[in-house]
């Protein structure tokens, strides 16, 4: 889905186009257009559409505008960064990252799979850096490919005869333990969003937390003994759980 055709880097022009929030999505709409994979217009029409529903800009400077659209002939992922930042109603300041997800109008579910891939991906501080720093659009492929479509990796050795379970605080821990549940009215990127955040908020902190994020494909509930184990309790949610 990603390609170095469908990637701009700011020495190869971007500051070309201009300020305006409307103007560089075109261009990013342009370049997906100009690989033959969507008309231009069209998607630019239905990812400003989109975005006039609810700003896509995220803590950390990015953004991740996305929409499905009859314009897109094959579904495309475009990449931007901008050495001028520009507004997309993130709470931290104007974006210098932008992926523009155009999916067909066939494409709702894997639009929404990659859409939570990337906003996970983003999360990871340096991830964010790889891409801020990549010298060339392949490189930008690559990083990007790691994340969408992630290597196959080994399945995780079996705990040791006797080991402790997670649930189990060594005696004369002072580590805090916490659960979090977290959900959002779709059910997809900010779910896994607001897990991963408070994951690495906990680690920087010395806190153990585990997340049991509740998203629209289902969850797998943290085990008894793990909420009861806990000393505190999250819920990062804007629907019932």
């Given at each position: 889905?990603?390609?170095?055709?469908?990637?701009?880097?700011e020495?190869?022009?971007?500051?070309?186009?201009?300020?305006?929030?409307?103007?560089?999505?075109?261009?990013?709409?342009?370049?997906?257009g100009?690989?033959?994979?969507?008309?231009?217009?069209?998607?630019?029409?239905?990812?400003?559409?989109?975005?006039?529903?609810?700003?896509t800009?995220?803590?950390?400077?990015?953004?991740?505008p996305?929409?499905?659209?009859?314009?897109?002939?094959?579904?495309?992922l475009?990449?931007?960064?901008?050495?001028?930042?520009v507004d997309f109603?993130?709470?931290?300041?104007?974006?210098?990252?932008?992926?523009?997800?155009?999916?067909?109008t066939d494409?709702?579910?894997?639009?929404?799979?990659?859409?939570?891939?990337?906003?996970?991906?983003?999360?990871?501080?340096?991830?964010v850096?790889?891409?801020?720093?990549?010298?060339d659009?392949?490189?930008?492929?690559?990083?990007?490919?790691?994340?969408?479509?992630?290597?196959?990796?080994a399945?995780?050795?079996?705990?040791?005869?006797?080991a402790?379970?997670?649930?189990?605080?060594?005696?004369g821990?002072?580590?805090?333990?916490?659960?979090?549940?977290?959900?959002?009215?779709?059910?997809?990127?900010?779910?896994?969003?607001?897990?991963?955040?408070?994951?690495?908020?906990?680690?920087?902190?010395?806190?153990?937390?585990?997340?049991?994020?509740?998203?629209?494909?289902?969850y797998?509930?943290?085990?008894?003994?793990?909420?009861?184990?806990?000393?505190?309790?999250?819920?990062?949610?804007?629907?019932?759980?």
């Open positions: 889905m990603a390609s170095p055709g469908c990637t701009e880097m020495k190869s022009g971007l500051e070309k186009f201009l300020a305006s929030t409307t103007r560089r999505r075109s261009a990013l709409a342009g370049i997906i100009g690989a033959g994979r969507a008309d231009a217009a069209g998607l630019t029409r239905d990812a400003l559409a989109r975005e006039e529903k609810f700003p800009g995220m803590p950390g400077r990015f953004t991740i996305h929409c499905r659209s009859e314009a897109v002939t094959r579904s495309s475009g990449f931007a960064r901008l050495s001028r930042p109603g993130g709470k931290d300041g104007p974006a210098d990252i932008i992926f523009l997800i155009a999916a067909g494409g709702g579910e894997e639009h929404m799979k990659l859409l939570t891939k990337l906003a996970r991906a983003m999360v990871h501080e340096d991830f850096q790889a891409l801020r720093e990549a010298p659009a392949d490189a930008i492929v690559t990083l990007v490919r790691d994340v969408v479509e992630p290597p196959a990796r399945a995780a050795p079996a705990p040791a005869p006797g402790s379970s997670p649930a189990e605080k060594a005696p821990s002072s580590t805090a333990r916490i659960v979090a549940v977290t959900a959002c009215p779709t059910g997809i990127a900010h779910t896994y969003m607001a897990a991963d955040y408070l994951t690495a908020a906990a680690r920087k902190a010395g806190v153990d937390l585990q997340a049991e994020p509740q998203g629209s494909s289902g797998e509930p943290l085990p008894p003994e793990v909420i009861k184990a806990a000393d505190a309790v999250i819920f990062a949610t804007d629907v019932g759980v």
